[in-house]
């Protein structure tokens, strides 16, 4: 893995693509935030070394280098998961090699379904921790000590810090900023009644399909992170509803404004 991942730092700088400070990850319908990069580079998964190339239609599929709140950014838009059939370790290889390229701080999002009553769909939840349902983990295996430790504490797997800002400029700009806890499952199906009343049971506030892979990676790396859900559907499993992939694709495009403004805020605010 050392060497793919430095065969794919190599080419990634080849391109141009040197100096980047803060890595996002954008998620199902959240696409839209890496418009607002004065971009300088596009780079396909596709002509990179070793990177996995996304499998579904709302992931397009590309890295995005540019300027972004005075700051030089890096974007994977589209990302991977467990459900298309790469690993864990494949998941993750692109944080990684985002770490080596010189990435200081990253931001996640991700489309969620809420099993909190409490919150609405349309809105956005902060995650504070998580739950991790998918079977896989991407530090099984013989530890490369050059990454990081053999076992990584994960008592704050969220940046106490910039959660503590994002919460603020969520106050600032008037913009409903929940907080909880998100837990992935392995998917691609969505939960029945049973199992959003177990998530629940257990201390879930949110379910998705991705995140924490990177997340994990990034806590190995000592790369600080934070990840925020925008919340697509109500998962209340007894007045359950079904819901398409269409409509959670229009609620997570409508909330992505409220989204790229807390993030492109954070990115102004944070000291590197």
Do not use: W
């Not at 990177?51 to 709140?69: A, C, D, M, Q």
């Not at 995140?211 to 925008?230: D, F, K, Q, R, W």
């Not at 269409?246 to 609620?251: D, G, Q, S």
């Amino acid at each position: 893995m050392v060497e793919q991942i430095k065969e794919a730092k190599n080419y990634i700088e080849s391109q141009g693509i040197l100096d980047a400070q803060v890595g996002i990850v954008l998620g199902t319908g959240l696409g839209n935030l890496a418009e607002q990069i004065e971009k300088e580079k596009e780079v396909p998964y596709e002509d990179i070394p070793h990177f996995p190339v996304s499998t579904v239609e709302s992931h397009s599929g590309k890295l995005i280098y540019g300027n972004l709140g005075g700051k030089k950014v890096l974007a994977m838009q589209g990302r991977f998961h467990y459900y298309e059939g790469y690993s864990a370790q494949e998941i993750t290889f692109p944080i990684r090699v985002m770490h080596q390229l010189g990435v200081q701080r990253l931001l996640i999002s991700n489309a969620a379904g809420t099993v909190n009553p409490d919150f609405k769909k349309g809105t956005l939840m902060l995650i504070d921790d998580h739950i991790n349902m998918i079977q896989d983990n991407p530090l099984r295996g013989k530890n490369i000590d050059d990454f990081g430790p053999r076992f990584p504490d994960m008592s704050q797997p969220y940046d106490a810090e910039m959660n503590a800002l994002l919460k603020q400029l969520a106050t600032e700009l008037s913009i409903t900023l929940n907080e909880g806890v998100y837990t992935p499952v392995a998917g691609p199906n969505l939960e029945t009644r049973a199992e959003y009343r177990y998530l629940r049971r257990i201390g879930s506030d949110a379910v998705g399909m991705s995140t924490v892979p990177e997340v994990i990676v990034a806590n190995h790396m000592g790369l600080p992170c934070v990840a925020i859900s925008v919340l697509t559907d109500e998962c209340d499993p007894d007045n359950l509803a079904p819901v398409s992939i269409a409509e959670i694709l229009e609620i997570a495009g409508r909330a992505e404004k409220d989204l790229t403004q807390l993030y492109v805020a954070l990115i102004e605010r944070i000291q590197l």
